[in-house]
């Protein structure tokens, strides 16, 4: 590409930058490196994006090996349309530098932003794995999703005339709230859909999978009664 200087700039005599030592090195996987490409840049790191409207949000986690993103995990909440944008997200984004991915069509709103708050952490070197030796393996974004390879959800609702209603915790998709005397929630019940799933797929029938899978936290058995959140 050809640069064009205007007539002021052609007649200025030529000053010699005496102050040039570079870019300033940022951590990456515990070495220190001053990034000049886009393939001098590396790590893994999490951000959250989110759409115009702000009515759904992104999780988006990528391992960046050499410029290049060797994988990503897309977790979407809030917008049943973002499921299927992350969908197309997941074939894009694995392969492409980083550069690349910034100026994809990531279809959703809230993916591009997430792409763009994480391009600000990698670029800067703000990486989870800054100070990692070699860093993070690829894979170890299905890590952050535990052994059932599910997305940690929490979903709670609550209105000032009748009070708080546990949905879905970190152990799975709540069956029943424990009260005491006074109304107050004491603990819950609960079913973990994901093993669920996993034994009857093993075999089990849904009945015998459904107690196998459920479990409950807190005070339960000193519940004076327990409701189902979504109907009492």
Same mark, same amino acid.
């Not at 000053?15 to 940022?26: L, P």
């Not at 886009?38 to 759904?56: L, N, R, Y």
């Not at 070197?125 to 299905?142: C, D, I, K, M, Y």
């Given at each position: 590409?050809?640069?064009?200087?205007?007539?002021?700039? $052609?007649?200025?005599?030529? @000053?010699?930058?005496?102050? +040039?030592?570079?870019?300033?090195?940022?951590? !990456?996987?515990?070495?220190?490196?001053?990034?000049? %490409?886009? =393939? %001098? *840049?590396?790590?893994?790191?999490?951000?959250?994006?989110?759409?115009?409207?702000?009515?759904?949000?992104?999780?988006?986690?990528? $391992? &960046?090996? $050499?410029? &290049?993103?060797?994988?990503?995990? &897309?977790?979407?909440?809030?917008?049943?349309?973002?499921?299927?944008?992350?969908?197309?997200?997941? !074939?894009?984004?694995?392969?492409?530098?980083?550069?690349?991915?910034?100026?994809?069509?990531? &279809?959703? %709103?809230?993916?591009?932003?997430?792409?763009?708050?994480?391009?600000?952490?990698?670029?800067?070197?703000?990486?989870?794995?800054?100070?990692?030796?070699?860093?993070?393996? @690829? /894979?170890?974004?299905?890590?952050?999703?535990?052994?059932?390879?599910?997305?940690?959800? /929490?979903?709670?609702?609550?209105?000032?005339? =009748? /009070?708080?209603?546990?949905?879905?915790?970190?152990?799975?998709? @709540?069956?029943?709230?424990?009260?005491?005397?006074?109304?107050? *929630?004491?603990?819950? #019940?609960?079913? +973990?859909?994901?093993?669920?799933?996993?034994?009857? =797929?093993?075999? %089990?029938?849904? $009945?015998?999978?459904?107690? #196998?899978?459920?479990?409950?936290? /807190?005070? @339960?058995?000193?519940?004076?009664?327990?409701?189902?959140?979504?109907?009492?």
């Amino acid at each position: 590409m050809a640069i064009i200087y205007s007539n002021e700039v $052609n007649k200025m005599c030529k @000053v010699k930058q005496g102050v +040039n030592h570079g870019a300033a090195e940022i951590p !990456e996987e515990a070495l220190w490196v001053k990034a000049k %490409d886009v =393939k %001098d *840049i590396s790590g893994f790191t999490h951000g959250v994006g989110w759409c115009a409207p702000q009515q759904g949000a992104c999780k988006l986690s990528l $391992n &960046v090996k $050499n410029g &290049v993103i060797e994988e990503a995990l &897309v977790e979407t909440l809030g917008c049943s349309g973002m499921t299927h944008s992350a969908a197309m997200a997941a !074939e894009i984004l694995p392969g492409r530098t980083i550069l690349e991915a910034l100026n994809t069509d990531l &279809v959703c %709103d809230a993916i591009n932003t997430a792409m763009r708050e994480l391009f600000l952490q990698i670029a800067y070197g703000r990486t989870q794995s800054a100070f990692s030796e070699n860093g993070l393996t @690829v /894979g170890a974004g299905l890590e952050d999703l535990g052994k059932g390879l599910r997305s940690q959800v /929490g979903t709670m609702y609550g209105t000032k005339k =009748k /009070g708080p209603r546990y949905l879905e915790m970190a152990e799975g998709y @709540v069956t029943g709230i424990a009260l005491d005397k006074d109304n107050e *929630i004491i603990g819950y #019940k609960f079913v +973990n859909l994901g093993k669920m799933t996993d034994f009857i =797929k093993k075999g %089990d029938d849904p $009945n015998t999978a459904w107690e #196998k899978a459920s479990g409950q936290y /807190g005070r @339960v058995a000193d519940a004076v009664k327990i409701i189902d959140p979504r109907k009492e």
